[in-house]
């Protein structure tokens, strides 16, 4: 059979697809190129395509000249010798056979290196690299049967069999990127939203501890665990605020914030109590239904039981329409007096603007109110018994408070505090001192003021009016009748609904016409409560 070299490239191994660009190449035994796929480079016209072809096929076979042995330059003729693998235009082959360690040097006649000589008894496979990319290639001997010594040599792009996998892989990562990225931000969400929860559960916590119970927030969660939490402290937050109803929330506050149990006891601690009253409530009761009442009476009891708070009093107990409150306890309050004697007037102001306004569109009741104010030493503690307690003040200081309240009546006064009381506030607040009275049950006489209001809002006219008070009740205390007569009787003219000019002008004059015993010392006996 004979065969081109030309056909053998272009009709068999041209056809010959192994992977998407793999090439393959046969050599002989002695290294030199019997044919190669000679498709390197793709042209639309096939014309030119075989033209380029057969040119480049063509470089395969040397033309060696033969001379006659008479003419040295007379051919006869010519040989033809293959191209040596190693003198291949096709860089690749070159570099392959190179890389396979393949090439064996012959020798010719004279005992000289000569031409390659190819020893391959089975396949061998290699990775290279050529010119930045990495190939695969393969060396395989012609059946052992055959005539032919030839070798097939395949190189491939290490690419035609990694492109699925690094295709694949690169979508696995892609995917595995996404995917944890996707995980990461859901994870986040319900990280947030759990943290979110988590601390919307804190500021409850916080708002208990700090016994801010005006606004419970219910926490509501997909995670039955933090749902069941919100609930629960909703419900406990609802539960205190009712239970602060009942039980002075300074009191409860005070308690969640030190850590303490109740226990019964108390300590000596100097405090200002106050005591207040509606003027006249009882005929104001019998013109309201029990319902209104109880609905009116809750009005002017929180419109005042909120002024005590904002002064930071606590409220011991309501009696009826009676408030008792006192400061410096269970909290610290260095200002005690000043606190008490600021709600006394804050709460009087406040009166007359419901009286004035809203009161009086509704049709209310036109409450007015009374104060007592005295400041002592007190026992204040938990008194009652190990089941049942009450945080509270037991002393003469209250007493003398509740005394002092009733006292406004007589004197047709507002606000009434006792010497000891005046001591602390005398810079801030103005009072008129009223009469040196003795309480009932009491033995020792007290001084009483009426506390007018604060000493940056008095006229100079009220103050004037005050000394000249003072005055007339020193001359009074000293049995000066005439000369205390002399300015009541000013002062009444010049406030003519004042009562307490009244009263000691009254007094004078019965004095003038039946003159004290020597035992007289100027005190006021009240025998009323």
């Not at 090439?23 to 014309?47: C, H, M, R, S």
């Not at 082959?93 to 020798?107: I, R, T, V, W």
């Not at 931000?185 to 929860?197: A, D, K, P, Q, V």
């Not at 001084?447 to 007339?472: H, P, T």
Request: glycine share 6%; net charge negative.
């Amino acid at each position: 059979m004979d065969i081109g070299i030309i056909d053998i490239s272009t009709k068999y191994l041209a056809k010959l697809q192994v992977g998407k660009n793999g090439k393959v190449f046969i050599l002989n035994e002695t290294g030199e190129i019997i044919a190669y796929n000679p498709y390197t480079q793709k042209i639309d016209d096939p014309v030119k395509q075989q033209q380029m072809v057969k040119e480049e096929l063509s470089k395969l076979i040397t033309q060696i000249p033969k001379y006659d042995k008479n003419d040295s330059q007379k051919i006869t003729g010519y040989d033809f010798k293959l191209t040596s693998i190693m003198n291949s235009p096709n860089e690749l082959y070159k570099a392959a056979f190179e890389k396979s360690g393949l090439m064996q040097a012959g020798k010719n006649d004279e005992g000289k290196p000569g031409t390659i000589e190819i020893k391959l008894p089975e396949l061998k496979q290699f990775r290279f690299n050529f010119k930045g990319m990495n190939y695969i290639c393969s060396f395989s001997p012609f059946p052992a049967d055959s005539v032919f010594k030839w070798v097939v040599g395949i190189v491939i792009p290490e690419n035609d069999f990694m492109e699925i996998t690094k295709k694949n892989t690169f979508i696995i990562i892609f995917v595995s990127l996404v995917t944890l990225l996707l995980s990461f931000l859901i994870g986040l969400l319900i990280s947030n939203s759990i943290t979110h929860e988590l601390n919307a559960l804190a500021d409850e916590t916080e708002k208990i501890r700090e016994f801010d119970l005006d606004n419970p927030v219910r926490i509501d969660s997909r995670l039955v665990e933090i749902h069941q939490m919100g609930e629960s402290f909703y419900n406990m937050e609802i539960g205190l605020r009712s239970f602060s109803k009942y039980v002075p929330s300074e009191i409860v506050r005070f308690l969640i914030q030190s850590g303490q149990e109740a226990e019964l006891g108390g300590e000596n601690r100097v405090l200002s109590v106050c005591f207040s009253d509606i003027a006249d409530f009882t005929t104001i009761s019998e013109s309201l239904t029990p319902n209104r009442l109880v609905t009116d009476l809750g009005d002017y009891l929180s419109e005042m039981s909120s002024i005590v708070l904002r002064n930071g009093g606590t409220i011991d107990k309501y009696i009826g329409d009676a408030i008792m409150a006192f400061w410096n306890a269970p909290m610290d309050c260095a200002d005690h007096a000043f606190q008490a004697c600021k709600s006394a007037i804050e709460s009087h102001k406040r009166l007359e603007e419901l009286r004035g306004t809203r009161w009086k569109e509704e049709q209310k009741p036109l409450f007015k109110a009374r104060f007592g104010i005295n400041t002592g030493e007190l026992v204040v503690g938990n008194m009652g018994s190990d089941r049942r307690m009450n945080y509270t003040v037991l002393g003469d200081t209250v007493n003398l408070a509740s005394r002092l309240e009733g006292i406004n009546k007589m004197y047709n006064t507002f606000i009434i505090c006792s010497e000891f009381t005046y001591e602390m506030v005398k810079d801030n607040i103005a009072c008129r001192i009223l009469d040196v009275v003795r309480v009932k049950g009491k033995t020792k006489p007290v001084a009483i003021y009426e506390v007018v209001g604060f000493k940056d809002d008095l006229s100079a006219e009220m103050e004037q009016f005050i000394n000249e008070y003072a005055d007339a009740l020193k001359y009074y205390m000293n049995r000066q009748f005439n000369d205390a007569l002399k300015i009541f009787t000013r002062l009444q003219i010049q406030k003519p609904g004042d009562t307490p000019s009244k009263l000691l002008k009254d007094r004078c004059q019965r004095y003038l016409i039946n003159p004290p015993g020597s035992a007289w010392d100027g005190v006021f006996d009240r025998r009323e409560k």
